[in-house]
Structures are given as C-alpha cells and as structure tokens.
C-alpha cells in the first residue's frame, strides 16, 4: 500500500510539475506574441501591406518610387501566397539582409535597410505575432518596375552603395534611454526613410539625416535639434505628445504624418515616445541664415490681406492658433523648412488631422485651392513663412502651379 500512494504520489506531482511547465511554456508564448504584435505596429507593418479596401497584412498595395511602382507581398500566414511557409531563418534573413525564401534581392522600398538593425529576438516576435493572423489567400506580384530596374541583380548595386547591414550597437557614451530612442528610430520605426534626403542612387543622404526630404508630393521635414526648422524648440513632453496624440501645443499631424501616428507611434508605450524625443533633442541641428522677406514687398503685404480674411480666424491674427486643436503657425517648424511643398499643398487641398484615443476630434483645415490663384496662394504662404519671427525663403507662383498639377496628376 505503502508502495502504490508513494507512486501515486509521484503521478501527481509530475501531472502537476508539466501542468505547471506548460501553463508557464503557454505564457511565455503568449507575451512574445502580444511583443510581436507590439513590434509589428512599430514598425507600422499594416500601412504598406495593406491596401484601401484590403485585408490586413495581405498586401497589394501600389507604392510608387522614383523608378516605378512596387506592390506590396502577402505577409500573412497562408503557405501559397503569404509566408506560412517561411522558415525563421528565412524570415530572418529578408529582415536583416533584404533577401527572401527564393534568394531574390528585395528592394529597398521594404525597408530592411533600417530592419537590419533590430534584434533577432525582437524580429522573431514579429513572425510569431504574423503567425496568428488569419490567412488570406492574395497572390501579389510585387515587382512591376520598367527594365532595367525589373532586373533584382541590380540590387545588390545597389546594396554595395547605400546598405550597412549589422544590428544595432548601443552607443557606451549615451544614457540607457538615449540608445532605446536610437534603436527604435534608427530599426522598427525607420525614420530615415522619409526624413532623410536621397542621394542620386536613392540611398540616404547620411550627412543630412533627417533634415527633411521630399516623398510623394509631401516634405517630410526636418525632426533633429534644430531650433527654426527641427524640433529643437520642442520640450521632450512636447515631442512625446504630437507622437502619441498627432497633436501637441502648437501642432497637428496632416498627411503621411497622420497615417503613421495613428498606425503606429500613437501604439506605443509613453515610455517608449520619451526615448524617441530623447534621441531626436540630442542630434545636432544644421541651423542656417536665411534672408527674411520684407514686411513691405508686395506679397507680404497682399499675402496678410488674405492671411486677415481667411486664415485668422483659426489660427488667430497672432498665428498662435488654438493648442491641441488648431496649428499654431508663429514659431512652427513645419512652415519655415527649406521646401514649402506640405505648407501650399495644404492651402490647396486641405488637410485632416490625426484622430487618435487621446486626440479624437482630429479637426480639419478646408481646400482653399478652388478660391486662390497660383500667385494668391503664393502670396499668403510667403506671409506665413515670414511673420511672428518666422524666416523662410519666398513661395512664387510658379511654385504652386507645380504642386498644383503634381496633385491634378496624383488624382487621376
């Protein structure tokens, strides 16, 4: 009797030791997930792979580049036109090296340039999150680019130019919360890709990283330090809020901008947006003279006219504007960069800002382009780029006409 409670007693315990175990193996599973899911909205995975109308994750989504238009592949879980027959080593390798399951270059349009950054770990998370999705069969073929750029061999050209591939490597002179901004600015959340300007290859233009660039008909602008047209004058709370909200004291999100707060930064941990403005505070900005327009030229003063009638009553005749609701124009960065490409194309066709869990009223500015002309519009653009202290270059008409049929052709 003796003999049989006593193994009777180990049946149990070994019941209840590998219940344990895979209750703890079953949790463990589930917080790398719920960390891929995370992850994947860092890196703001659902804004590309995902077209108007589309399921998430299935790709088809038309992106244009300089040199033709890619579509976007199926990353969800279906083995015959997703990844659900990807291996992690193969899901590793197009994160880290830009090369998929059949030993194809990518382009860099994914962006594994920045993705080569991010740990094996985290990476691995992601693929674990993408597994839960529900598959969706969407064969996409995603290379539709013009000979001689539909030949992936130039790739590696390509590669050999503009790619350093290596995961990130904390830098031992900077604060733990200084390297975590770095890692996600600079990996998941792939910053440089709109912000930083292209060189002639269509690399980043590392000496100016994120000084501003132009993207599809959009200037991303600058986001370093710098005081009149970065973020320098921003407190780290202050870039934390916009990140999180779309909005902040003195600005609004409109844009590409919006698309990726409300897909991505407004996702993650306030934690995780103060590293992020605590890396952006700390990079060096380029400040540089520029020439104010003279309060007495001509399109100055026809530009306050239409400045008084149209825009004050929002944005107040002291360009304050309203915080949190509308924009402040004194003092912005966004309307004093070197390209004035956001700012007419605003005044054009209006803007919606973002609508996040903290911000959901997401206020919008009306199309004025139906009601000014090119040199109207030119006009109240130089008054904004040149009052309340602001300095910025003069907007021509000639400018606008060109934002104008770049939008006429983006709309057809």
Same mark, same amino acid.
């Given at each position: 009797?003796?003999?049989? +409670?006593?193994?009777?007693?180990?049946?149990?315990?070994?019941?209840?030791?590998?219940?344990?175990?895979?209750?703890?193996?079953?949790?463990?599973?589930?917080?790398?997930?719920?960390?891929?899911?995370?992850?994947?909205?860092?890196?703001?995975? @659902?804004?590309?792979?995902?077209?108007?109308?589309?399921?998430?994750? +299935?790709?088809?989504?038309?992106?244009?580049?300089?040199?033709?238009?890619?579509?976007?592949?199926?990353?969800?879980?279906?083995?015959?036109?997703?990844? $659900?027959?990807?291996?992690?080593?193969?899901?590793?390798?197009?994160?880290?090296?830009?090369?998929?399951?059949?030993?194809?270059?990518?382009?860099?349009?994914?962006?594994?340039?920045?993705?080569?950054?991010?740990?094996?770990?985290?990476?691995?998370?992601?693929?674990?999150?993408?597994?839960?999705?529900?598959?969706?069969?969407?064969?996409? @073929?995603?290379? #539709?680019?013009?000979?001689?750029?539909?030949?992936?061999?130039?790739?590696?050209? !390509?590669?050999?130019?503009?790619?350093?591939?290596?995961?990130?490597?904390?830098?031992?002179?900077?604060?733990?919360?200084?390297?975590?901004?770095?890692?996600?600015?600079?990996?998941?959340?792939?910053?440089?890709?709109?912000?930083?300007?292209?060189? *002639?290859?269509? $690399?980043?233009?590392?000496?100016?990283?994120?000084?501003?660039?132009?993207?599809?008909? !959009?200037?991303?602008?600058?986001?370093?330090?710098?005081?009149?047209?970065?973020?320098?004058? !921003?407190?780290?709370?202050?870039?934390?809020?916009?990140?999180?909200?779309?909005?902040?004291?003195?600005?609004? /999100?409109?844009?590409?901008?919006?698309?990726?707060?409300?897909?991505?930064? =407004?996702?993650?941990?306030? *934690?995780?947006?103060?590293?992020?403005?605590?890396?952006?505070?700390?990079?060096?900005?380029?400040?540089?003279?520029? +020439?104010?327009?003279?309060?007495?030229?001509?399109?100055?003063?026809?530009?306050?006219?239409?400045?008084?009638?149209?825009?004050?009553?929002?944005?107040?005749?002291?360009?304050?504007?309203?915080?949190?609701?509308?924009?402040?124009?004194?003092? /912005?960065?966004?309307?004093?960069?070197?390209?004035?490409?956001?700012?007419?194309? @605003?005044?054009? #066709?209006?803007? #919606?800002?973002? #609508?996040?869990?903290?911000?959901?009223?997401?206020?919008?500015?009306?199309?004025?382009?139906?009601?000014? =002309?090119?040199?109207?519009?030119?006009?109240? @653009?130089?008054?904004?780029?040149?009052?309340?202290?602001?300095?910025?270059?003069?907007?021509?008409?000639?400018?606008?006409?060109?934002?104008?049929?770049?939008?006429?052709?983006?709309?057809?």
């Amino acid at each position: 009797m003796q003999h049989h +409670a006593r193994r009777a007693a180990i049946v149990v315990v070994g019941l209840v030791t590998s219940g344990i175990a895979h209750a703890q193996n079953g949790g463990q599973e589930f917080d790398r997930i719920e960390r891929g899911r995370y992850l994947t909205a860092m890196g703001d995975c @659902v804004a590309c792979h995902t077209p108007d109308g589309g399921k998430p994750f +299935a790709g088809g989504l038309t992106v244009q580049t300089p040199f033709g238009a890619l579509v976007s592949p199926n990353i969800t879980p279906d083995p015959a036109t997703g990844i $659900g027959n990807w291996t992690d080593a193969e899901f590793l390798r197009a994160m880290h090296s830009g090369i998929d399951r059949a030993g194809h270059h990518l382009y860099p349009a994914f962006p594994y340039v920045y993705y080569t950054r991010v740990s094996d770990e985290d990476v691995l998370a992601i693929r674990a999150y993408l597994e839960t999705l529900q598959p969706v069969v969407n064969k996409v @073929v995603p290379n #539709q680019l013009p000979f001689p750029f539909d030949v992936r061999e130039g790739v590696a050209a !390509w590669n050999e130019l503009n790619f350093t591939p290596g995961l990130f490597k904390p830098d031992p002179t900077k604060t733990a919360e200084w390297n975590r901004g770095a890692y996600i600015v600079t990996g998941l959340e792939h910053c440089g890709l709109c912000h930083t300007p292209k060189t *002639a290859s269509g $690399g980043d233009d590392n000496g100016h990283y994120l000084q501003g660039a132009t993207l599809e008909g !959009w200037y991303a602008p600058n986001i370093t330090g710098d005081t009149r047209t970065g973020i320098g004058s !921003w407190s780290l709370d202050e870039i934390a809020a916009y990140l999180r909200d779309g909005h902040n004291s003195v600005a609004a /999100a409109s844009g590409p901008m919006r698309e990726e707060i409300e897909n991505s930064s =407004s996702k993650l941990t306030n *934690a995780d947006l103060h590293t992020v403005a605590v890396y952006l505070k700390d990079l060096p900005g380029q400040d540089h003279a520029v +020439a104010p327009v003279g309060a007495d030229t001509q399109a100055m003063q026809a530009g306050q006219a239409i400045y008084v009638d149209e825009c004050s009553a929002c944005h107040t005749r002291s360009g304050n504007g309203i915080p949190r609701l509308i924009p402040a124009l004194k003092g /912005a960065p966004a309307v004093q960069q070197d390209s004035a490409a956001s700012l007419v194309r @605003v005044v054009l #066709q209006g803007a #919606q800002s973002a #609508q996040t869990a903290r911000a959901v009223t997401g206020p919008a500015m009306p199309a004025l382009g139906w009601k000014f =002309s090119d040199e109207q519009v030119a006009d109240v @653009v130089t008054y904004i780029r040149n009052s309340w202290g602001n300095v910025a270059s003069a907007v021509f008409a000639s400018d606008v006409k060109a934002v104008r049929a770049d939008l006429a052709r983006r709309t057809n």
